[in-house]
């Protein structure tokens, strides 16, 4: 639809315009990258459509080279939710495809990258509810009779992640809440959640979050246009440690590595989550890396950067190792 002759209604720059005619202008991840067999890390991948019917909701799917002595193999799965304030980019944005092509071939695994439908068209809770569904999509292959050969074949289901960075870290996180209040259960645990740079936030500033005004701004708008039925910063679902929101002891997982930054605004929140997560009763490993002198999601713009593969290798070791015999 052509905007030049469209009025404009609003902008929150620098991310998007809306005009008043009903089209959104989103000025940052709008390039796209078509699936297939990536020729540095060999790793191949292939959109799914109709996740949720009649809907924009896709996935798209990651499997590592398949050398001869691993035909038979299983990988551990990681399901992944791509950032960007929640309204920008997909998972075919050639920050995220790139990426995911380098994780998956360090990390040798099996992942799953979910398109969910963003704001303003499609508010939050939307994005919950799409990313939620999209995880019912995946689990109904552990038998290994789902829609989806790769899935069935390949994913190891004793072994499943949640992965996100920023805003799609979040979504990790509420899926992760919601996985441990469902009753009876999901068909499949989840064994971990890895948080890259978490957007978590708040009404109230904490640490040296005062120190970056400009950054303070755009955040504190970023939630309550994302969410306009619960603009409260302090909403449990952008605040997991507000006074009154739901204990963290209930999040359904039992290993949850955080990765913050520390020039990223949002790094106190990583580490107040941290904090509150390992008081919280919660019967679960979490630990957490801080990268210095780096800012936020400083890994998707340069993966050839020694700390971006500092970065992949700390995730590829938390989607591989043992767990504890006791735990």
């Not at 006074?243 to 990765?259: F, N, Q, S, Y």
């Not at 509150?276 to 993966?303: C, K, P």
């Not at 970065?311 to 735990?327: G, Q, S, T, Y």
Request: net charge negative.
């Amino acid at each position: 639809m052509a905007t030049s002759n469209a009025e404009l209604d609003y902008e929150f720059l620098p991310y998007l315009r809306v005009y008043k005619n009903g089209h959104v202008e989103r000025l940052l991840g709008t390039d796209s990258i078509p699936p297939g067999t990536d020729s540095q890390t060999e790793v191949t991948s292939k959109d799914i459509s109709n996740i949720i019917p009649d809907s924009e909701v896709y996935v798209r799917i990651y499997l590592p080279k398949i050398s001869n002595n691993s035909e038979n193999e299983k990988f551990p799965l990681v399901i992944y939710f791509h950032g960007g304030g929640f309204c920008m980019f997909t998972p075919s944005s050639s920050h995220y495809h790139n990426y995911l092509n380098a994780l998956v071939s360090e990390s040798r695994v099996i992942a799953v990258s979910v398109h969910y439908r963003r704001p303003p068209e499609y508010p939050v809770p939307i994005a919950y509810e799409d990313s939620w569904q999209a995880l019912q999509w995946v689990f109904s292959h552990c038998n290994g009779d789902g829609p989806e050969p790769w899935l069935n074949e390949r994913a190891n289901f004793t072994r499943v992640f949640l992965s996100g960075d920023s805003a799609g870290a979040n979504i990790a996180h509420n899926v992760a809440m919601a996985a441990g209040s469902v009753e009876p259960g999901l068909m499949v645990d989840i064994l971990g959640v890895a948080l890259v740079h978490p957007y978590f936030w708040g009404s109230d500033p904490i640490g040296s979050e005062s120190l970056y005004p400009d950054k303070k701004v755009h955040l504190d708008r970023m939630w309550p246009f994302a969410c306009p039925s619960s603009p409260d910063n302090n909403d449990p679902r952008i605040n997991p440690v507000a006074e009154g929101a739901p204990g963290l002891m209930t999040l359904g997982c039992r290993r949850v590595l955080i990765c913050v930054a520390e020039k990223d605004i949002l790094k106190d929140r990583g580490w107040a989550y941290y904090h509150a997560l390992g008081r919280s009763g919660w019967m679960g490993v979490v630990e957490i890396r801080e990268t210095q002198q780096e800012d936020h999601v400083f890994h998707l713009n340069d993966l050839n950067y020694q700390k971006a593969q500092d970065l992949i290798k700390d995730l590829a070791h938390f989607f591989n190792r043992e767990m504890p015999h006791f735990l």
